[in-house]
């Protein structure tokens, strides 16, 4: 079997910003939650078995106490934010297992959901689905892989490397040192992506990089006042790695028959009902019935 892993609150801004506004019978806008139920039921018509979102249930984490300028729920359209938490309802009232973090962020229930797949040994492969480079550290080989469902594109350990210049497992250094725009965090002065890359491609993590830049100073240019920098803000790439690292003890499921699919609760009728859903509903109908013949 394949398990295939969903960023919930990606799609949900995905789809926020690509489909007409839509709004349930009490008038209240849904068109993104609409659009990610349609994209759940296309996978599970194609043949899809075990599937699991994770949500952003909040936006803020622990990691708010560990940096002040980590990413917030601040400048959210208040349309989409109303969204984040009736989607989770539909997903769940469709039978998906669903996993809204609260002190953890979808990232973090993704790492925790890929290494308890990946540790069944019926399981053939583990795709995470989010072309987000946070989840490229928890690629492993061919057996956990990125995947990015709009562009078509799959990453397995040796895309990572093609697509980063570093290993999956290097992942949050490089995060580390060329930092976050999107989650709030700098990373050091003067490191980019091509030195960032460059240095950790041949060390592979923060404390492997000699504090002197003879050895490494012919592979960028710079080197010496990268070297510097890296010496005196030592400690603040540590803490930005800690940042970057995706925790994989995140509340998921205990079984991955748990992430199985095996048709809607009793509840999605009133609930397609109530959001003008007629069509997801008999799509989903059939396929349940197609599941249980």
Request: proline fraction near 4%; charged fraction near 25%.
């Amino acid at each position: 079997m394949n398990v295939f892993l969903i960023d919930g609150t990606y799609e949900l801004f995905r789809h926020f910003y690509a489909v007409p506004a839509s709004s349930d019978t009490d008038g209240n806008e849904i068109g993104a939650v609409r659009g990610v139920l349609g994209s759940v039921v296309a996978m599970l018509e194609d043949g899809v078995t075990h599937i699991g979102v994770a949500t952003d249930h909040v936006i803020e984490s622990f990691r708010n106490g560990l940096w002040p300028g980590y990413k917030t729920g601040e400048g959210i359209d208040p349309v989409l934010h109303k969204q984040f938490h009736p989607l989770e309802e539909a997903l769940s009232s469709m039978g998906v297992a669903v996993w809204p973090m609260e002190e953890f962020e979808a990232d973090d229930g993704l790492a925790s959901a890929a290494v308890k797949a990946a540790a069944d040994e019926a399981v053939e492969q583990v795709f995470i689905c989010t072309p987000d480079k946070d989840l490229a550290q928890c690629v492993v080989d061919n057996r956990v892989i990125q995947f990015d469902r709009r562009a078509g594109q799959l990453r397995d350990a040796k895309g990572v490397r093609e697509k980063f210049g570093v290993s999956p497992n290097s992942i949050p250094d490089y995060l580390a040192l060329m930092g976050d725009s999107a989650d709030g965090f700098p990373g050091l002065p003067g490191w980019g992506h091509k030195s960032a890359s460059t240095v950790l491609g041949h060390y592979g993590h923060l404390e492997q990089i000699p504090e002197k830049s003879d050895s490494w100073a012919v592979m960028v240019r710079g080197a010496k006042k990268l070297a510097q920098t890296l010496v005196e803000q030592r400690e603040v790439a540590l803490k930005f790695r800690d940042l970057a690292t995706l925790r994989e003890d995140a509340p998921v499921f205990d079984s991955v028959e748990q992430v199985r699919w095996v048709g809607p609760q009793a509840s999605f009728f009133d609930l397609c009902a109530k959001m003008n859903m007629g069509r997801i509903y008999r799509r989903i109908d059939k396929l349940a019935n197609q599941r249980r013949s």
